[in-house]
């Protein structure tokens, strides 16, 4: 029998967030820090929106490219939130997660053999998703001492003749690291410069403490260069509701949604329902939830202090991406430790590229009581595993 696999798809490993994932929902009394999702219940007002659109029977397919009353209170609020403007009409479209927008721009956009820059460590998908494109991953290792930040000549080390999109994954996972406004007029230019286009992941971008986020398509110029992902899965604990959207220019996005078309149909049309409301009275719930998350950023990184356990600072998104070099193993070996000796499970730091190698991933998207109780277990196995070496990060 011939083998019904596709030489490409055997390439592409499993996620190594899921790996993880499946083992602690196995096993008794474990914690999990692992899963990048909100603790918090999507808003009351969300779902009643939801039900309503049920009990109204609006389980038709809405139009592809999602419901108009959708893309403009999206335009509305990207305008309102991020000084940006996009025709609702022909540079939005409604997609199921960010994801699905992520997989559909490399696929409209790349050629067999074009050259792709991702930055890492990062989201899982961009570089797989580029693969199935037959585009060219080509990494660009982010530095703990550079903060986690795109440099500049780290771009320009990488570009050649066949790079077409660098992608932005700020505020990122999973390091919590996000751009300013100088870090990116700096990478800016080399982008128009070089004739570049962008991919920017913007999912949590509602996520920042401290600092406000700014989006790469405000810049002049960009906003034609710039295709922008974001969705309603961080920001309103929607992430079971599978609702993305992605923006950008009308000749990219109407090749996008042909992928679309063909492949999806429509997003959900009760989720839409729900997302308008989200769009038009969340703000609070925003609010409310981001105050939680920082609160639960500063514990941890208290606790880290406390350990003596070195971690760079997040400003962005949920997660903290401490180093543990100096325990003299690897970061899955590490995890896989953690987890069968104190029940306790987190991400090494490989799952989102070679270059995470020495860090793991902790989500702070928990409760404040499974936090205590997960550091209470880490600092136990840190102190049995602890070296005298005094090596550090």
């Given at each position: 029998m011939r083998d019904p696999l596709s030489a490409k798809i055997k390439t592409i490993e499993p996620s190594g967030i899921r790996k993880f994932f499946d083992l602690v929902s196995e096993m008794k009394d474990a914690i999990s820090l692992g899963v990048g999702e909100p603790d918090f219940d999507t808003p009351w007002n969300i779902r009643e929106e939801g039900i309503y659109s049920l009990e109204q029977g609006r389980t038709f397919y809405t139009s592809n490219a999602g419901l108009k009353k959708l893309r403009k209170e999206i335009a509305f609020y990207l305008e309102r939130r991020f000084h940006l403007k996009y025709d609702y009409e022909k540079e939005i479209i409604i997609t199921v997660g960010g994801s699905e927008g992520i997989d559909a721009a490399f696929r409209a956009m790349l050629d067999p053999g074009d050259e792709v820059l991702i930055p890492q460590p990062s989201f899982v998908s961009y570089e797989p998703?580029?693969?199935?494109?037959?585009?060219?991953?080509?990494?660009?290792?982010?530095?703990?001492?550079?903060?986690?930040?795109?440099?500049?000549?780290?771009?320009?080390?990488?570009?050649?003749?066949?790079?077409?999109?660098?992608?932005?994954?700020?505020?990122?996972?999973?390091?919590?690291?996000?751009?300013?406004?100088?870090?990116l007029q700096d990478i800016v230019d080399v982008i128009i410069e070089k004739d570049l286009y962008v991919l920017s992941d913007e999912i949590y971008s509602e996520l920042t403490y401290g600092r406000q986020h700014i989006s790469i398509a405000e810049f002049p110029g960009m906003a034609e260069r710039t295709?922008?992902?974001?969705?309603?899965?961080?920001?309103?604990?929607?992430?079971?509701?599978?609702?993305?959207?992605?923006?950008?220019?009308?000749?990219?996005?109407?090749?996008?949604?042909?992928?679309?078309?063909f492949a999806i149909m429509c997003?959900?049309?009760?989720?839409?329902?729900?997302?308008?409301?989200?769009?038009?009275?969340?703000?609070?719930d925003i609010e409310r939830m981001r105050t939680a998350y920082d609160q639960r950023r500063n514990f941890l990184m208290k606790a880290f202090r406390d350990m003596g356990l070195q971690c760079f600072e997040p400003f962005g998104a949920f997660y903290v991406f401490p180093c543990i070099k100096e325990f003299g193993m690897a970061s899955e070996e590490f995890a896989n430790r953690l987890l069968q000796e104190e029940k306790v499970a987190v991400v090494p730091g490989t799952a989102f590229g070679a270059c995470g190698e020495g860090f793991?991933?902790?989500?702070?998207?928990?409760?404040?009581?499974?936090?205590?109780?997960?550091?209470?277990?880490?600092?136990a196995f840190i102190k049995r595993h602890r070296k005298k070496s005094g090596r550090l990060c």
């Open positions: 998703c580029v693969v199935l494109a037959d585009g060219v991953p080509v990494i660009i290792e982010l530095k703990e001492e550079d903060e986690f930040k795109l440099k500049k000549q780290q771009i320009l080390e990488k570009i050649t003749d066949k790079t077409k999109i660098l992608v932005l994954p700020f505020p990122n996972n999973p390091t919590g690291a996000v751009m300013t406004r100088e870090d295709i922008l992902i974001n969705g309603f899965s961080k920001s309103y604990a929607m992430t079971g509701w599978r609702l993305g959207y992605a923006c950008g220019p009308k000749r990219i996005l109407e090749q996008m949604l042909k992928i679309h078309q997003a959900p049309t009760t989720s839409q329902y729900a997302a308008i409301e989200a769009l038009r009275s969340g703000d609070d793991l991933r902790i989500s702070y998207a928990y409760s404040i009581e499974d936090l205590k109780e997960a550091l209470s277990r880490l600092e």
